[in-house]
């Protein structure tokens, strides 16, 4: 939810129809994220001078506005500090007044774009109201704008950083987010706390050194008055926050991944982003801010600060690291929507999971990630899964899988109600994060609240520098590539696959396993050549829309065994796409209540692949039919069991029993697809959905 772009550009001329064209390009590679509206804040034509534009809607709404506004598009800076957001609306409904950047004053002191919610803004909006100051919105953020005005009136000579840390010392919740001021041209202050942030880097030059240090005060809050700044305010016992700054105590790096050989600043151009995305267009260069670093870019140089010093917890420098990704990955190519596209993506993306861990000659699987915890995961009493949506039925695909061949208990959480209960959790656990783009909140929040108690945490996720993937011991990359479109298609499929191995590899030093190891390794193989077969039928699915889905108010979906999450992930599909009521039921608890909803008009899909349990699932079949059901089946090519019926197939490769679910949730994918294109829908932005959930 919400997207963060900014560009800062520092001895390279630029003009403003650069970087206006440059700020709403960044904002359209944001928009698969949900958006309600968007806005951006640029330089003036003089000293001192702010041009903000806000819209709600679209992007294209944004740059419509801007057209009609028409600021110089020749003037040409070369120094110069720009920041946008799109918006999805927590605090006050979607409007311009509520749109982001939110500024301190009419003069644009300070301008902020936020990622999160600011979970004390109301205490600290009463604050400085009674300060006297003056709120024009109903967002939490705007109190990041007015403190940081406080401050910097209540603290004469303040420097940009010491303000900062003043500020994020007093917020409380999750954030991402910028800060430009007119006090400091050309200069931009990112933070983040649960809320991922990138900066990408470009020089003309290659830089010195690949890393940034991080920069400390040796003491925590030496900068600060000795009483929390809250509460001075609260009291109202002084109008200063800061006592004047102790520059001895802060330890210096001058950013010298930056200096040229005779110690000057070279020309630099940084993008500052959500998501790396909006920013491989421009460089491959990126550096991921980790949670309460405080990142300044002045005068072409990257500084990144800390309160504190965190013994063994943080590194001391931060990375510069080469994205692999390419611009082509996030662009939709020949298909029509990005969803269709990352359907279609599945034969690489399962691929790519697999490559350089799954070694088929020798029969062994190595995750890099997981190699120093393995025993200790073996170990361990149970092992709780803990996810959302798509992620847990991944999850729920597995779980049968560990059972079988680790045989240690597994739970499998959806990560709000294991918060909801507070779920006893002890050290001798290993608590398991799926997540696509590993900022998750809800599992976010699992994820800290399993730390506090000493688990061992295990992240699995797409998105490398997220949060989850930072804050876990340890973990595996999915690798899937970017995935746009808000439906989750070519992620779970590899989350599927990652965690199958993940059981492989904890199950390789068990004799008895062994035979049944290779069967699955064997049938990881040849998944992506039986993907390819499957999507052939694309056209097929399509028509099936067409004759029995269109127009029709509910739909019924059945399976059973490992087959019952890929119901469960079928439903979820259709409903977010297609907004056509879906409901998954286990094939078992037909007759429990469900049955009563068959009849002839009910459309009815069933899951009826063959297994150790298929003479169960096909009792379900028997029970919709003498019931007048006419259920679409979705079974393996050939199966003599339905070569005499008269019941519309989707017919699907066989593969190992515990793979099935890879295949089969194939058509479903496609059914929702279809379904949304055919009733005209927005397919990779569905209404009231964003891609990342980043509140509860």
Known sequence: ??????????????????????????????????????????????????????????????????????????????????????????????????????????????????????????????VLEAKGLKFETETDTECIAKLAKFIYDTNNGIDFTTLAKAVIKELEGAFGLLIKSTHFPHEVIAARRGSPLVIGVKTSKKLKVDFVDVEYSELEGAALSPEKASQNLAAKKSNTLLAPPDKSLLHRSQSRAFLSDNGLPEPAEFFLSSDPSAIIEHTKKVLYLEDDDIAHIHEGQLNIH??????????????????????????????????????????????????????????????????????????????????????????????????????????????????????????????????????????????????????????????????????????????????????????????????VMFALSLSEDRASKAKRREEIMEGLGRISGQIKTLLDQDSAIKEMCKRFFQGQKSLLLLGRGHQFATALEGALKIKEISYLHCEAVMSGELKHGVLALVDENLPIIMILTRDDIFAKSLNAYQQVIARGGRPIVICAQGDEAFAHEQCERIEVPQTVDVLQGILNVLPLQLIAYWLAVLEGLNVDFPRNLAKSVTVE
């Open 1 to 126: 939810m919400c997207g963060i772009f900014g560009y800062l550009n520092y001895l390279v001329e630029r003009d403003r129809k650069f970087i206006l064209e440059c700020m709403l390009q960044g904002l359209s590679r944001l928009e698969y994220r949900g958006y309600d509206s968007a806005g951006l804040v640029i330089d003036g034509d003089k000293e001192g001078e702010t041009f903000s534009f806000k819209e709600v809607g679209k992007v294209i709404k944004l740059r419509q506005l801007i057209e009609e506004a028409n600021p110089d598009p020749e003037a040409t800076f070369v120094s110069h500090a720009a920041i946008s957001h799109t918006r999805w609306a927590t605090h006050g409904k979607p409007s311009r007044l509520n749109c982001h950047p939110h500024r301190s004053d009419v003069n644009f002191e300070f301008t902020v774009v936020h990622n999160g919610i600011i979970t004390n803004y109301k205490e600290l909006k009463s």
């Open 306 to 499: 800390r309160m504190k010093k965190d013994e063994g917890t943080t590194s001391a420098v931060r990375s510069i690291q080469t994205l692999e990704m390419e611009l082509q990955e996030i662009m939709k190519g020949k298909f029509e929507h990005f969803m269709q596209k990352e359907i279609f993506e599945q034969p690489e993306s399962v691929v790519n999971t697999m490559r350089g861990r799954l070694d088929l000659e020798n029969k062994t699987v190595t995750l890099g990630g997981l190699s120093r915890f393995i025993s200790t995961i073996r170990r361990c009493r149970r092992i709780i899964f803990i996810a959302c949506g798509t992620s847990y039925h991944s999850c729920m695909a597995v779980r049968g899988i560990f059972e079988e061949l680790t045989e240690i208990p597994i739970a499998v959480e959806l990560a709000s109600d294991f918060l909801d209960r507070q779920a006893p959790v002890f050290r001798d656990d290993t608590c398991v994060f799926v997540s696509q783009s590993g900022e998750t909140a809800d599992s976010l929040m699992a994820l800290r609240f399993c730390l506090e108690r000493g688990a061992l945490c295990v992240g699995i996720v797409n998105v490398v520098g997220s949060s989850i993937s930072l804050l876990t011991h340890c973990g595996v990359h999915i690798n899937a590539g970017p995935e746009i479109g808000v439906a989750s298609t070519k992620a779970y499929t590899s989350q599927y696959i990652a965690l």
